[in-house]
T-cell receptor, first 110, second 113 residues
Framework: SQQGEEDPQALSIQEGENATMNCSYK?????LQWYRQNSGRGLVHLIL?????REKHSGRLRVTLDTSKKSSSLLITASRAADTASYFC??????????FGAGTTVTVRA | DTGVSQNPRHKITKRGQNVTFRCDPI?????LYWYRQTLGQGPEFLTY????????KSRLLSDRFSAERPKGSFSTLEIQRTEQGDSAMYLC???????????FGSGTRLTVV
């Protein structure tokens, strides 16, 4: 079974717009990570946020974490065609391995 | 080091045949993970090695599946008597330390016909 659930399942935006996706999880975590996957390829690590952090930035990415609501959000600003991919949240819980959600598929239209 | 390498990239096999996949992790990473991913889903954990020791196996890993990591370097995942339900992308990942991010390979796509 998967720990996280992303919302929405799919997102279509115009180039230059912002994309926001959310992740909810079930159990307490050590950290939460976001990954990107281009079609048919492996996953690429984007950003890691620890359970005692509330917000983190990396380039055009902004991640928030609310442990009281067991939720996280990923914001991609000024989207580009190259941002078209599936995005997954993954959590490290007490069993010390990453558990992934089902992902959000983002399409950026030129 | 060029990252995590998986071979082959694609494998088509007939039902009932055995297949073996190889993963070469980043050399200084002592943790190695296997995941399986089906279309439209996120990766599901299969098994995990710390150096050469296999520390955890998912219940998804039936008796037909076996994984090894001799000498704590590369790893192999073997599926015996393949079934159509085994068709999936098999992903390998490695990490330097516990709780760190993973570096994934490009995966091996298995099709059982």
């Amino acid at each position: 079974s998967q720990q996280g659930e992303e919302d929405p399942q799919a997102l279509s935006i115009q180039e230059g717009e912002n994309a926001t996706m959310n992740c909810s999880y079930k159990t307490s975590i050590n950290n939460l990570q976001w990954y990107r996957q281009n079609s048919g390829r492996g996953l690429v690590h984007l950003i890691l946020i620890r359970s005692n952090e509330r917000e983190k930035h990396s380039g055009r990415l902004r991640v928030t974490l609310d442990t009281s609501k067991k939720s996280s959000s990923l914001l991609i600003t000024a989207s580009r065609a190259a941002d078209t991919a599936s995005y997954f949240c993954a959590t490290y819980s007490n069993d010390y391995k990453l558990s992934f959600g089902a992902g959000t598929t983002v399409t950026v239209r030129a | 080091d060029t990252g995590v390498s998986q071979n082959p990239r694609h494998k088509i096999t007939k039902r009932g045949q055995n297949v073996t996949f190889r993963c070469d992790p980043i050399s200084e990473h002592n943790r190695l993970y296997w995941y399986r991913q089906t279309l439209g889903q996120g990766p599901e954990f299969l098994t995990y090695f710390q150096n050469e020791a296999q520390l955890e196996k998912s219940r998804l890993l039936s008796d037909r599946f076996s994984a090894e990591r001799p000498k704590g370097s590369f790893s192999t995942l073997e599926i015996q008597r393949t079934e159509q339900g085994d068709s999936a992308m098999y992903l390998c990942a490695s990490s330097l330390e516990l709780l760190y991010g993973y570096t994934f390979g490009s995966g091996t796509r298995l099709t059982v016909v």
